[in-house]
């Protein structure tokens, strides 16, 4: 029976050919320094060398990640756990210059076997079954590399392969500043290793395999790289096709190179001279009503599978990716002052978030890029820019972006702070001499180059940028926006640096970007600000629960304006009067619960403000930031645990498409549309509750908003402040359709005459009921009621729980978060996790502004 199905199997494979197959060496590896190590390369990848005494090594990953599983070192995410790490500027590279080895099966059969890396830092020499594999150095954090290793596998299958990493040169001096000395930035390479306003000092500075390493097989044909364009005109798309085709043999081969999109192929006959490696290019398609990708809020996210094939005597080598059908263009508006973007024609208003890397430490998942683009959808954002003191995002995350709707504005690798904008006292060199960073500027085009043919087929691209806060030398600028992105891409804008004039002009003349601290929110209203903001920020502390997670309980106390140094370790930003406003705080518990109603405020008035002068004042906002990568104090909707605070379900509010908001500034009833078609024949209305629940209507009213835009249904402020004057009060707005369904709900809490919020204090305690009951496997629909007559169920707070420990599942998505549930309503949200094989079914605990908390048992 074997030897049929095996018989089966050849002709299948006879008649149709095989694809590219690969697969990756992620598990395995062993580690050593390189001062515990005499022998050398040769005899290092010779399967009779004994590896008893070596380490397991995490690859993909960095020697830091390794010696932290292998417990060498303790959770430099901890507390003040990374002071006591070596730092490598003071213990040197020979401390973390380590050898990594891999044993495994590849048995010669014919094919062509190739050894590839997608990412090591920062240098390295490679060796299998004693011979070095590499004939020129491999350097540059930036630059996959593939070997053809076929002459030298093992005739026996068993293979062993050493590769000897060294660390970046120089590493810098963590001296505090932004990147430390700056001299980190001589490299091609993350940044932000030495140190930055909001992490400290990566100790190894990412040294190690941080990317994937594979084993590819092929026929004498490779096929890499192959490129895809869409072009959108109406209810037509045009695709253009090219790939890179290399014959490793000493004969000429000629053959057919295909593409098969929709059902549709296009074929082409080429002839690839002996050993000839060429770029072809296949004849266009035309698509009719083709299935668009759009960006989150405005559409679909459609992906086409694309094949794309060589073949040669019946046998082929393929490769398959997921294509968007999508255009981005660009315009100047002159109302702005700024670049406005289009998406297949659309005008999109930016709604963005700043992202530095998923894992400070290069621990990267798919899940956790997942979970990460997920949360900037459920944002409602519409874009994520890339730090250039990072990296060049891996493919996962832009398959996640993808999916999500992401739009990507990719920065490369250059920051004013490092690179020579301003004069620093804490840098080792002047700006002018910063300004010639990196050392190899071939070595920085040529990443650039790899890196542009890494991601460029993703449809979520849109933006690339030169460097944050600067543009590249000229020698680099120019050849990269001249020759190189024409070639290997020239279908998207490219920006030469984050503050470009390019991008906007305020109404003196310059861009630039920030505040970056916490703000008056009639501020975000009132103050006109750079007409496509590429960093503005505010706070961004977790609750208690997350406090936990990283900080000591002996350093779990009420930060003060000089904050205790753990808090200063992690870079805390002060909230000041902000928290103040609501009261002193008792505790630390006391303060986090305050801190997220600032947070939720903060976030919502940012966008809500933004928006509100949407294609008059603006085109985009990026907020500074939504995510960090490892366990800092500020800038963040998400803690490096994934857990949400309500940073991110206030952005969420203020980012809804279709809205309805309270202008802390005027006091005017506004909508803002971000959709394509008109909304007509709404209905606002307009409430207002004391802390006893007692209702007061301000407004009910038709109304419309046109497609794209905002506008300005009435004011309201007098009355406002009149029932708020005494204690504070809540406004409730809800615009619903012509059907009386529920399109936004907007909930705000509003201080007295002194601008306090004590009025909170003495609120009734809550009577809401919660009921939670399993939709289907991950998923729970949750149902909150409060009864007429009850006060305001104020701001809970809504956590999943594993149904044993009682801890937070995470991460988990909520349909919505710290909201609040008026007298005789019912308020129903579903929340969206992974559960675990075996895992109890969960728990839901409530708790509201008053301290009263529920938890209730999920039913079937």
Avoid at 141 to 159: C, D, H, Q, V
Avoid at 364 to 385: G, K, P, T, W
């Amino acid at each position: 029976m074997k030897k049929r199905l095996l018989l089966v199997c050849c002709i299948l494979l006879s008649l149709t050919g095989f694809a590219q197959d690969q697969y990756e060496l992620n598990s395995g590896w062993l580690c050593k320094p390189r001062s515990q190590v005499s022998a050398g390369g040769q005899a290092l990848s010779s399967t009779s060398y004994p590896l008893n005494d070596w380490k397991k090594a995490r690859v993909p990953g960095t020697v830091l990640t390794t010696m932290l599983e292998n417990g060498d070192i303790p959770d430099p995410f901890y507390g003040m756990n990374n002071k006591r790490i070596p730092d490598i500027y003071d213990v040197g590279r020979e401390y973390y210059t380590y050898w990594f080895v891999k044993d495994f099966i590849e048995k010669p059969s014919g094919k062509q076997v190739w050894l590839k890396f997608r990412g090591i830092n920062y240098s390295c020499d490679i060796f299998l079954n004693g011979k070095q594999v590499n004939s020129s150095p491999y350097q540059g954090m930036f630059m996959r590399k593939e070997f053809n290793i076929t002459a030298l596998l093992s005739k026996t299958g068993r293979n062993r392969l050493a590769v000897i990493v060294h660390p970046p040169d120089p590493v810098g001096n963590p001296n505090g500043g932004q990147g430390g000395d700056g001299t980190i930035a001589k490299n091609v390479g993350t940044q932000y290793t030495a140190g930055w306003d909001w992490i400290r000092p990566i100790r190894d500075r990412n040294t190690g395999i941080w990317d994937k390493v594979y084993i590819t097989r092929t026929q004498d044909v490779h096929l890499t790289d192959p490129h895809v364009v869409t072009l959108v005109n109406g209810n037509t798309a045009t695709v253009k096709v090219s790939a890179d085709l290399q014959n490793t043999s000493s004969r000429s081969i000629n053959g057919i190179l295909s593409y098969t999109i929709a059902g549709r192929k296009v074929s082409k006959e080429v002839l690839l001279a002996s050993n000839q490696s060429t770029e072809l290019k296949l004849p266009d398609l035309l698509l009719k009503d083709p299935k668009l990708w759009w960006p989150a809020g405005y559409g679909d996210q459609s992906l086409y599978p694309l094949k794309v094939s060589f073949s040669h005597q019946g046998v082929s080598d393929s490769q398959t990716i997921k294509v968007g059908i999508r255009q981005i263009d660009t315009k100047w508006n002159a109302t702005t002052n700024s670049r406005e973007v289009y998406v297949n024609g659309k005008k999109i208003f930016i709604k963005g978030g700043n992202w530095i890397i998923s894992d400070a430490m290069l621990r990267f998942s798919n899940a956790r890029y997942d979970a990460e683009v997920r949360y900037h959808r459920d944002m409602n954002l519409n874009l994520i820019r890339v730090w250039g003191g990072a990296l060049v995002e891996r493919p996962e995350f832009y398959q996640a972006c993808d999916k999500y709707g992401m739009l990507v504005f990719q920065d490369l690798w250059m920051s004013g702070d490092c690179n020579g904008r301003w004069d620093d006292p804490k840098k080792l060199e002047s700006k002018e001499q910063r300004r010639k960073y990196p050392d190899d500027h071939q070595l920085w085009l040529a990443s650039a180059a790899d890196m542009i043919k890494m991601v460029r087929n993703h449809p979520s691209l849109a933006i690339w940028c030169g460097g944050n806060e600067i543009t590249p030398p000229d020698d680099i600028l120019k050849p990269l926006r001249d020759t190189i992105l024409p070639a290997l891409d020239g279908t998207r804008w490219f920006v030469d640096f984050s503050n470009s004039l390019e991008m906007s002009k305020n109404e003196k003349g310059i861009n630039g970007d920030g505040p970056y601290g916490i703000q008056p929110l009639a501020t975000f209203w009132d103050k006109r600000d750079y007409p496509f903001n590429s960093e503005v920020g505010s706070v961004g502390t977790g609750d208690m629960e997350s406090l936990r997670r990283f900080i000591p309980e002996a350093n779990l106390v009420v930060p003060q304006r000089k904050p205790d140094s753990v808090w200063d370790y992690h870079h805390y930003i002060a909230y000041d009067r902000f928290v103040d406003a609501y009261g002193k705080s008792a505790d630390l518990a006391d303060f986090t619960k305050k801190a997220q109603l600032v947070n939720y405020d903060q976030y919502r008035g940012l966008m809500e403000g933004y928006s509100s002068h949407m294609w008059d004042w603006y085109t985009g906002v990026i907020i500074w930031k939504t995510q960090n990568p490892w366990t800092a104090l500020r800038g963040q909707m998400y803690d490096y645990y994934l857990d949400p605070n309500a940073c991110l379900f206030g952005l969420r509010s203020g980012s809804e498409p279709l809205h309805v908001m309270y202008n802390a500034g005027n006091g005017a009833v506004m909508l803002v549309n971000n959709g394509f078609s008109a909304k007509q024949g709404l209905n606002l209305v307009v409430k207002s509750f004391d802390m006893q629940g007692k209702s007061t209507t301000l407004l009910e009213q038709a109304c419309d908003v046109a497609e794209t835009s905002h506008a300005t249904i009435t004011n309201i402020k007098q009355k406002v402040a009149e029932l708020s004057a005494k204690k504070g009060s809540f406004l409730s707005l809800q615009l619903l359709d012509g059907k009386k369904k529920l399109l936004s709900h907007n909930f705000y809490w509003l201080p007295d005459e002194q601008g306090m919020y004590t009025g909170l204090n003495e609120l009734p305690e809550s009577r809401l009921s919660i009921k939670a009951k399993k939709i289907k496997s991950g998923q729970i629909r949750v149902t909150f009621t409060n009864p007429s007559g009850a006060a305001v169920s104020f701001f809970n707070r809504v956590s999943l729980l594993n149904g044993k420990t009682l801890q937070r599942i995470l991460p988990v998505f909520y349909q919505d978060n710290y909201f609040s549930v008026e007298p005789g309503t019912t308020k129903i949200i579903t929340i969206d996790y992974n559960p675990k094989v075996g895992e109890p079914m969960p728990n839901i605990r409530s708790e509201d502004h008053r301290g009263r908390v529920q938890t209730v048992i999920v039913t079937q």
